[in-house]
């Protein structure tokens, strides 16, 4: 099997989305991808176990990608073998009236990481750079002091608004909160083909929306926003992966193996040790609970 090297899909320079990749070349089946998967992830959740008692770093997972690119079963199948109250999944679709009450940031604030758990984020907080760039009207309902019309939004307004992304994520990063950024990058074709899918499945249908293949119809402008957020945003403390997925077993392996990779040069991970009072008395501890009546 090829190996899989975090660094090789960390976004470290500027890139273009239309030359990388969207289909990786394992080097073995699909059976044999998902046994793969089956290690990685039980190691995994053995690291967050140690994560929690630890007590001391959050982890903050975020996914982005077209429509149909896997983000949900990767969630499922990555996360499985994790203590159920360990990792929590955020799933942000069209903001609440509560929280257009609030500045576009606050609902992924309070939905941060605790220490010593997961948080994932599917979709995030860069939906505010991405649908909403394609489509501007959607930042009127936002009530924002000064943007009056969709003619007020203009590139100062992205500007700050990467701006204002980065800050946040180097605060939360500078409080203990370990980011990791995956673009699922799916080809149109293989987008094509599963909403054809979902179409001929009658399991399947539920998840399909006519408004799919209106969105479909802005796939390049979707591109351009990505290529841009992916550039602007990807630091050392919040980097990206660009992860290619129109092989799902493929990508969940992928981001799996690079979260594990990443994870483990944390060498300051590592369950708390008991205090040596009670280290000291463990045998005594032993004895009176085996003198207990039965």
């Keep these: 099997m090829k190996r899989i090297a975090e660094n090789s899909f960390r976004v470290a320079d500027k890139v273009k989305l239309s030359e990388i990749t969207t289909v990786e070349n394992y080097g073995i089946s699909d059976k044999e991808l998902k046994k793969e998967l089956e290690k990685v992830r039980r190691a995994l959740g053995k690291f967050q176990d140690t994560l929690y008692a630890h007590g001391k770093y959050g982890v903050l997972i975020c996914l982005q990608g077209m429509d149909t690119a896997g983000k949900d079963s990767l969630i499922r199948e990555v996360f499985k073998d994790f203590n159920a109250r360990g990792v929590v999944v955020h799933s942000f679709k069209v903001p609440t009236e509560l929280e257009l009450k609030h500045d576009y940031l606050w609902r992924h604030y309070i939905a941060l990481p605790a220490r010593g758990k997961f948080s994932v984020f599917n979709r995030t907080h860069y939906e505010n750079v991405l649908v909403t760039k394609v489509h501007p009207e959607y930042i009127l309902g936002e009530n924002i002091p000064g943007i009056n019309s969709v003619s007020d939004i203009d590139e100062t307004f992205w500007e700050n ?91 969940r392996l992928t981001v799996a193996t690079i979260l594990l990779e990443a994870l483990k040069k944390y060498k300051d991970v590592q369950e708390p040790e008991l205090d040596e009072k009670i280290k000291a008395n463990l045998e005594s501890f032993k004895q009176e609970l085996e003198k207990e009546d039965k």
């Design 161 to 251: 608004r990467y701006r204002q992304i980065n800050d946040f994520e180097k605060h939360i990063a500078e409080n203990g909160t370990l980011i990791f950024k995956f673009f699922l990058h799916l080809s149109k074709e293989e987008q094509r083909q599963r909403l054809l899918r979902r179409l001929a499945l009658k399991e399947k249908n539920w998840k399909f929306s006519p408004g799919d293949l209106k969105e479909r119809k802005l796939w390049d402008k979707y591109q351009d926003c990505y290529e841009e957020a992916i550039n602007k945003t990807s630091k050392p403390h919040a980097p990206w992966y660009v992860i290619p997925a129109d092989n799902k077993k493929g990508a």
